[in-house]
């Protein structure tokens, strides 16, 4: 397959970094690690002017109705960038749980952020607080939620709530839904992983040590090189992955779970490789390095983790096999 992304794709792609480069995100996500979410929806507004908060949201509630190619590109994007607040569970999950809801309008426009937990694999709704709506999504149906008790995440700007149910439980396409959430997390990984990687090399071609620069050594050069294959490879798996699920392939499960899997080692990988990069700055929450390194380790183990996929990954190929 040729996954190379066409000209309006790419553009769309150059239109989000240009328009996050100008947004001061790393002082919206510090912001949005204190409660104070002013900045953080300023940035959503941002992408609201751009369609990405329309991109899955059908014609018929004003959105735009794009490929999941598409979303998989802003998705990325918005992980480069590390944007704050609950992005795969507003702008591809919740699409997908409200299908015909009126409220799919509100989303579109960007003047609803909606969260969504899906146990088990997704127990609790991650920034409940912030949203103007809590889904709770299970078996095929879906309820409105509201927030219950806060709990702690390795990333100070994710706040995961429990949630219970309230009002009447309507069908939804849950199991579609997740797909959504799994592939959307894994292009962000992707999107990390890469600025992290962007970042290093910049640093290695600036840092000295012993009267050379850092980038000289071969096992900078080696550790660095080891990061961009796992991204390269990565990548291609959770576009490969979005034909599937566009398709509504039978495989679509297996491709799912490969991506995500492949999409957080990489990102775990990158984040390690920069640490160890930078030294001791990159652990500075001064330094914005410190935003992704964190934002990474919330989204490896988010909608599924690795050993959880790569089971799902066997039990597909194992099934296939017999």
Known sequence: MHFELDTSQRDFAASIDGALAAADVPG???????GDTG???KVWATLADLGVTALMVSE???GIGAHVVDLMVAAERLGRWGVPGPVAESIAVAPVLLADDQRSSALASGELIATVAMPPRVPRAVDAEAAGLVLLAADGQVWDAEAGARHESVDPARHPFDVTSVGDARTADTARAFEFGALSTAAQLIGAGQAMLDGSVEYAKQRSQFGRVIGSYQAIKHALADV????????PLVYGAALSLADDSPDVARDVSAAKAAASDAALLAARTALQTHGAIGY???HDLSLLILRVQALHSAWGDPTWHRRRVLEALAGSAS
């Open 39 to 41: 900045p953080g929806r």
């Open 28 to 34: 919206a996500i510090r912001a949005w690690s204190t």
């Open 284 to 286: 500075t929450q001064e």
């Open 228 to 235: 961009h294959i796992a991204v390269e490879l990565a990548r």
């Open 60 to 62: 018929e509630f004003d």
